[in-house]
């Protein structure tokens, strides 16, 4: 039902990118829908830094050239999706398990272009999405008893493990009001790796397919 925003909205995200770029890509439907729209695209694109092995063997059916992050100066522009995003183009991500590796990789990059459906769309994050945290599995015990004191209900992810080898809690049933000072504070957890908070790094342009199937482009940035 939502695919059809997802690809209005992924084909509308094309332009940004420019002859020779070295695009940053995130992981999940919307963003394997990105993917396989750049196979018929005009412009030369340079190569691409991967946040993970499923967006990487994606990318490699186009023959694309994969870079790793430490490889690259620079990373011209990031496309990815959350599963929340507000007004103030703060994100919950991290539904595809690929947290820790979107952070890093939109963080490195000069631009960060969110490309969603019109159901990604709240006024409070983390009502309607649990909010993710990737953890060192021999901080398990400890990390929970601190992240029970805010509330909501914890839930480790099960079967999966990150591919920096670590677990998954998912808190769902958060009303989250101060997300900066949520991102930090969860951050500051021993054994925490990554929060799937992003208000230190938050989209730049949100590209949103809408229900009546038109899209609509929020700048943050000039471009
Ligand atoms: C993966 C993510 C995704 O961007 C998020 O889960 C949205 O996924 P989809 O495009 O499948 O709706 O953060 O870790």
């Known amino acids: 039902m939502l695919e059809k925003f997802k690809k209005i909205a992924s084909q509308a ?3 940004y990118i420019n002859n020779n770029d070295i695009v940053g890509i995130g992981t999940g439907t919307t963003i394997k829908y990105f993917i396989n729209m750049l196979s018929n695209f005009k412009k030369k694109i340079n190569g691409f830094v991967s946040t993970s092995i499923t967006s990487t063997n994606e990318l490699k059916k186009y023959n694309f050239n994969i870079y790793n ?3 690259v100066d620079i990373i011209n522009i990031y496309f990815d999706s959350a599963d929340e995003i507000n007004n103030n183009m703060e994100m919950i991500k991290g539904g ?3 947290l820790t590796n979107e952070k890093i990789i939109s963080s490195i990059a000069d631009k960060f272009i969110c490309i969603v ?3 990604k769309h709240v006024n409070i994050l983390g009502k309607t999405h649990p909010l993710p945290i990737e953890i060192i599995p021999m901080a398990k015990s400890y990390v929970t008893k601190e992240l ?4 909501g209900l914890l839930k480790y992810r099960k079967g999966i493990i ?6 998954i809690l998912d808190i769902y049933n958060l009303e989250i009001t101060e997300p900066v000072k949520l991102e930090k504070y969860i951050n500051s957890i021993a054994g925490v790796v990554t929060v799937g908070l992003f208000t230190n790094r938050r989209a730049d342009i949100i590209i949103t397919g809408n229900y009546d199937y038109t899209v609509s482009t929020i700048k943050n940035i000039k471009l």
């Open 13 to 15: 995200a094309l332009k």
């Open 69 to 71: 992050s430490n490889e």
């Open 96 to 98: 595809g398990a690929a």
């Open 117 to 119: 459906d019109q159901s």
């Open 148 to 151: 029970s004191k805010l509330g």
């Open 162 to 167: 990150t591919e920096h080898g670590n677990i």
